[in-house]
């Protein structure tokens, strides 16, 4: 039986085709190394085959600096150049200061003044939002243009106009239209006796040891203090609309609580008497007046 097994292996073994040898590629720079020998048919022993090392190819990642760099010229093809460079830095300067504009024509003019009255009013009234915001904010852009028309008229002849026209250098323009709001800034300041603001701003070493003039006065530090007269002012002015106003709640409370009504709230019957004394006092004509009035 033993034979009859291994006569059988041996003629599946003549007719299977002899597997080639594993054969290696050298490596470059590498001496090749001669090939084993082939092992003898029939044996059981695996032979492994190792790789050669080989030499990765050197490469360089884009770095983040080199990927802006590259997608910032493409945005701005001037920036590859110095020039180029310092006109965008400009343009970019120019673009910020435009964006504050609006806050900064805030500050410089009445319009602070004017929206913080309007918005005590409307709390001593309890009206909640009636007037809207809105008509808040348009009646006091419409006021701010209407006290501000002369300085501007001003600024325009001297300034404007004339940098326009190429008569006048950019510097000089700005100086002689700095002029004009400053002297109205300066009017506030005085006219509310608000001067000890100007020095909260000013630097030390500029006000110590002498006695300041307006002229000593950077118009940097002129404008917060400006903007901090005009809130003092216009806190006053709400604290003389608010009296007759608190004067309503109280009485109506007192007659609440006599009458021991006290689950009723004060504010739903005072409102109709509140709005009855501002319509019957014309009380838009009376605010609004003050308010123009306080600028001249």
């Not at 964006?99 to 003019?109: E, F, G, N």
């Not at 007269?229 to 608190?246: C, D, H, N, Q």
Request: hydrophobic share 50%.
């Amino acid at each position: 039986m033993s034979i009859l097994a291994a006569t059988v292996w041996a003629v599946l073994a003549a007719a299977a085709p002899a597997a080639p040898a594993p054969t290696t590629q050298p490596a470059l720079g590498v001496p090749s190394s001669p090939s084993p020998a082939a092992a003898p048919a029939g044996a059981a022993a695996k032979e492994t085959v190792r790789p050669s090392p080989t030499t990765p190819s050197p490469t360089t990642a884009p770095s983040a600096l080199g990927t802006f760099g590259g997608e910032l010229s493409k945005l701005l093809p001037e920036t590859d150049s110095p020039g180029g460079m310092s006109a965008t830095v400009k343009w970019i300067a120019v673009v910020t200061v435009l964006s504050l504009a609006p806050a900064i024509l805030v500050m410089v003019t009445c319009f602070t003044r004017i929206v913080v009255v309007l918005g005590l009013l409307r709390q001593a009234l309890a009206t909640q939002n009636v007037p809207p915001n809105q008509v808040m904010f348009g009646l006091a852009v419409l006021m701010t243009v209407a006290v501000m028309a002369p300085i501007y008229q001003q600024v325009h002849r001297e300034a404007i106009g004339p940098y326009l026209a190429g008569q006048m250098p950019r510097d000089q323009a700005v100086k002689a239209g700095e002029r004009h709001v400053r002297d109205f800034m300066i009017r506030q300041i005085e006219a509310g006796g608000n001067t000890d603001d100007v020095y909260l701003f000013v630097r030390d070493e500029d006000a110590v040891g002498k006695e300041l003039t307006w002229s000593d006065v950077p118009t940097l530090s002129l404008i917060p203090a400006f903007a901090v007269s005009e809130l003092k002012i216009a806190f006053f002015m709400g604290f003389r609309i608010y009296l007759p106003f608190l004067i309503v709640d109280m009485l109506v409370g007192a007659v609440l609580v006599s009458m021991g009504m006290l689950m009723l709230p004060p504010v739903l019957i005072s409102l109709p008497f509140k709005l009855l004394l501002f319509v019957l006092a014309d009380g838009w004509h009376l605010v609004v007046g003050t308010l123009m009035g306080s600028f001249s």
